[in-house]
């Protein structure tokens, strides 16, 4: 698949993924309808609309790819995917369902085991972040696409962290000991990447948890912005591996850090 065809898939899926956003938005407005599934974690009314929302779009633009989505187990148990898609409708469903606004719809396309596109919507902060290509990677917000790059909007003796927690396990504060990071805050949803990639922050770290749909977007994004993901160890990170589980992951806004 070429950068064209990338672009145009990324067009067609930024509407669709407003009106998405809006929809869930509309639906936590009326009062979700919530369950807990077989991993004890919270599922809504809106997840599984948002869900249906978005893979219908994605099977008519792209039928003969597969779709991996937190909320299908369609495809779950392939182990040889190279090509296809990762979806988390809601990401965040904690901050979903308790009325904060950092939860965010996710698509990725991945293409011999990268991730090649992404798109991020933080409905409830009307931020839409996307990406087709290096160096190609864009905000739209208020009616108005800015291209994004991960020039430091920090202060330049400040180095600010996001984090998964307010506690930090040991593993973690002693990489943010060695960056150097001063202060860090917490975030749930991959918007995280999103502020990484438009350099609001620097960096987060995070020890295996959570799944492939729930990094893939913001992989890509955050990458073509011009940032650095890798595992603890340095090496590069690759998707469809056995029941898409994370490994570690460092994402810096630069490798200067």
Not at 36 to 49: C, F, Q
Not at 171 to 196: A, D, P, Q, W, Y
Not at 217 to 243: M, P, S
């Amino acid at each position: 698949m070429n950068v064209n065809e990338l672009k145009n898939l990324n067009t067609e899926l930024k509407e669709c993924f407003l009106n998405a956003g809006e929809r869930a938005m509309h639906l936590r407005d009326m009062g979700l309808k919530t369950e807990v599934k077989n991993d004890n974690t919270p599922v809504t009314n809106g997840d599984l609309e948002v869900n249906e929302i978005l893979t219908n779009k994605i099977k008519e633009l792209t039928p003969d790819i597969p779709i991996v989505s937190e909320e299908s187990s369609l495809n779950k148990k392939c182990s040889d995917l190279t090509k296809f898609w990762l979806i988390d409708p809601i990401d965040g469903t904690y901050d979903y369902i308790n009325n904060k606004d950092e939860f965010t719809l996710n698509a990725a396309l991945i293409l011999n085991k990268k991730p090649e596109l992404g798109i991020i919507y933080a409905p409830a902060k009307k931020r839409l972040f996307y990406t087709h290509a290096p160096e190609n990677c864009f905000e739209y917000s208020n009616g108005i696409e800015t291209k994004i790059n991960c020039k430091k909007k920090t202060k330049p003796d400040e180095i600010v962290a996001v984090s998964y927690s307010d506690k930090l396990k040991p593993e973690i504060r002693e990489i943010h000991k060695k960056l150097g990071v001063t202060n860090f805050r917490k975030m749930k949803s991959s918007f995280k990447f999103c502020v990484i990639a438009s350099g609001e922050y620097d960096l987060y770290v995070a020890e295996p948890r959570a799944f492939e749909w729930d990094i893939a977007a913001g992989h890509v994004i955050l990458k073509n912005a011009g940032g650095i993901i890798t595992d603890f160890d340095g090496n590069e990170i690759l998707y469809g591996k056995k029941d898409f589980k994370n490994p570690s992951i460092i994402v810096k806004r630069s490798k200067n850090l």
